[in-house]
């Protein structure tokens, strides 16, 4: 069983930053990918972008040039950088890892951008 913690989020103005945090248990963290989603109030759950047990990142149209994602393997966390926030980016956002064929999630964080 995988336990992920995101932390991180809040209120900010429109323009402004956060760093969300995703934080898992495990001693196999390193070797599996993360991916960051979010869930607007009324809409579906998307993806935002995820990064590889290599490295890798990858990034929704949403997220390009304004987030990044990184990993940390010896701290068992992924971190997501959002700048330029805007008021659309108002969402809960968790992170999630697939291992072994089973798909684990976190409890979420909430980001609110004010305009």
């Known amino acids: 069983q995988v336990q992920l913690v995101e932390s991180g989020g809040g209120l900010v103005q429109a323009g402004g930053s956060l760093t969300l945090s995703c934080t898992a248990s495990?001693?196999?963290?390193?070797?599996?990918?993360i991916h960051w989603y979010r869930q607007a109030p009324g809409k579906q759950r998307e993806l935002v972008a995820g990064i590889t047990s290599g490295g890798v990142t990858n990034y929704e149209d949403p997220a390009k040039g304004r987030f990044t994602i990184s990993r940390d393997n010896a701290k068992n966390t992924v971190y997501l950088q959002m700048n330029s926030l805007k008021p659309e980016d108002t969402a809960v956002y968790y992170c999630n890892t697939r291992q072994f064929g089973v798909t684990f999630w976190g409890q979420g964080t909430q980001v609110t951008v004010s305009s």
């Open positions: 495990g001693d196999i963290f390193s070797f599996f990918a």
